[in-house]
């Protein structure tokens, strides 16, 4: 139990690590503590308090945030659409032996839900698994469909890198069965066009494939057994040197030194159709089977890119390793970049905020058959988008409006709420965005502040001298111009002035 003393050591230890600047997830955590502190300590005769928060990994949206949300959902949407992608739905929660088996080492983040009485359940993890288990349960054998949805993950949250418990999933699939490559260059296509049209920045998308990764890991000599284990050892080189990734695998996962270095040789290269060419006359490569397969999809890969015209900002990147284990050829990550300036050589990937991948035997693990439906895919990092946005926001103290109304309705006399209400209703009834201050005799001043504050750009006011000229009168916010509008044109004056069709 706390006792003051410890809430006021508690409360200095908070106020420090804030002057210190500290990282926000550790202020966050230690403000928790002294809230169940205080808490613990009690108020009115002890009764225990109850502490007002969000779960932790999880967080509120104000309107402001949610208004940027949507402007990005409406792009993305607008991206797939475009792409001729329809668009599904399925339960936040899955049968628990549906999500079992599928993520590798990332199952242990899977959140169980407690026994219902008959079906044990957990939260959908991704979107993936659910719609592979859609298209099997339907014997849907081709769609290209987008899903926008929360997913939960048991995760360690940190919270202003956008990595949250519970968040928002952006995903497009195209399932069927396909002449190679080009629903693949598609959705490589549609990443480029979300990045461009979001303007984030400088951005790199890296290709790999992982029948080229088993390949490698083969004739380097890496036993079948540790293919997995080493996999997510080369998927840390964008976060580690070499060096380190090196000692874990020969230290920790028991790789030998020479296999090791053997790998090195290969991970440690980027570049275009230029190294797919050399890698196809590579003597050790050549000679394995899914190796050869994998370069000759990536070099059909690479033309197609190049015909989209965006082969440029594409990197066969052979450190690419995707940690989920339904992957079967062609992996792809997206990354914002660092400008370069005069201290870096070359731009530094700041965090990734797209990926997917080909996945063809997904399908099948549901199918009481085995029957396979070839699918590939790509998930947009949405929250570590927003993060992105909302940070440049607060930046540049850019004004975002929360709502779209399009007009205030005013009035300069009293006595005239009756005038007020029924040209409101005009207004609403053509489908003009309005609103009315809820007071029977509201100063005007007050109202024209409304529209400053909200950033309303049109005022309608009426008074008696226009009700009995028939007019109303029209003030622009932002130049307080006015003009006297014939009733029966206002609408579509309001249209004109705020470029609604």
């Known amino acids: 139990m706390a006792d003051e003393a410890a809430v006021r050591a508690q409360a200095e230890a908070v106020r420090r690590l804030k002057q210190d600047k500290a990282d926000p997830d550790e202020i966050a955590k230690e403000v928790a503590k002294l809230l169940e502190m205080k808490a613990q300590l009690g108020g009115d005769e002890g009764k225990h308090k109850f502490v007002l928060k969000t779960p932790k990994g999880t967080r509120d949206y104000s309107p402001k945030q949610m208004a940027i949300r949507e402007r990005v959902f409406n792009a993305i949407i607008a991206c797939f659409k475009r792409h001729g992608a329809e668009v599904i739905d399925t339960p936040v929660f899955e049968l628990k032996e549906t999500l079992t088996g599928k993520y590798g080492e990332d199952s242990k983040l899977i959140y169980d839900l407690k026994d219902q009485g008959g079906e044990l359940l957990s939260l959908r993890y991704d979107l993936t698994v659910p719609f592979a288990r859609y298209l099997a349960m339907n014997k849907i054998t081709n769609i290209k469909r987008y899903h926008i949805a929360k997913v939960y993950r048991r995760d360690n949250p940190a919270m202003t890198r956008g990595r949250y418990r519970e968040f928002y999933q952006c995903d497009f699939d195209i399932a069927g069965q396909f002449d190679p490559m080009i629903p693949d260059a598609e959705c490589l296509k549609i990443v480029h066009e979300i990045l461009s049209d979001l303007q984030l920045g400088d951005f790199l998308v890296k290709v790999n494939d992982r029948r080229i990764l088993d390949g490698m890991f083969a004739v380097c000599g890496v036993p079948d057994s540790k293919f997995r284990m080493i ?30 270095d053997r790998i090195g040789e290969y991970v440690q290269l980027h570049g275009g159709l230029d190294l797919i060419e050399r890698l196809i006359q590579d003597p050790k490569l050549s000679q394995n089977k899914l190796a050869k397969e994998g370069l000759g999809d990536m070099k059909l890969l690479f ?56 996945y063809d035997g997904l399908v099948g693990m549901f199918d009481p058959k085995g029957r396979k439906v070839p699918c590939v895919g790509v998930s947009i990092g949405i929250e570590r988008i927003f993060s992105i946005l909302e940070q440049r926001v607060e930046a540049s103290e850019e004004k975002i409006r929360t709502t779209e109304t399009q007009v205030l309705v005013a009035s300069a006399q009293k006595k005239l709420l009756e005038e007020r209400l029924k040209l409101i209703s005009e207004l609403w009834d053509a489908g003009i965005k309005a609103e009315v201050l809820y007071k029977k005799n509201p100063k005007l001043l007050n109202q024209l502040q409304y529209c400053e504050d909200t950033g309303i750009p049109l005022v309608a006011i009426v008074g008696e001298q226009e009700l009995k000229d028939g007019v109303v009168k029209l003030r622009v916010v932002a130049t307080r111009e006015e003009v006297n509008v014939p009733r029966e044109s206002l609408v579509e004056e309001i249209r004109t002035r705020t470029n609604q069709p």
């Open 231 to 260: 996999c997510s050892s080369v998927d840390k080189l964008d976060k580690m040197p070499w060096e380190e990734v090196r000692s874990e695998m020969v230290g920790e996962k028991g790789l030998s030194p020479e296999a090791a």
């Open 303 to 358: 033309e197609y890119l190049t015909l989209f015209g965006i082969a440029g900002k594409i990197s066969f990147d052979l450190s690419l390793a995707r940690g989920l284990d339904y992957y079967t050829g062609v992996i792809y990550e997206a990354v914002l970049l660092q400008q370069e300036n005069d201290h870096m050589e070359e731009p530094v990937s700041v965090g990734s905020v797209a990926g997917g991948g080909r």
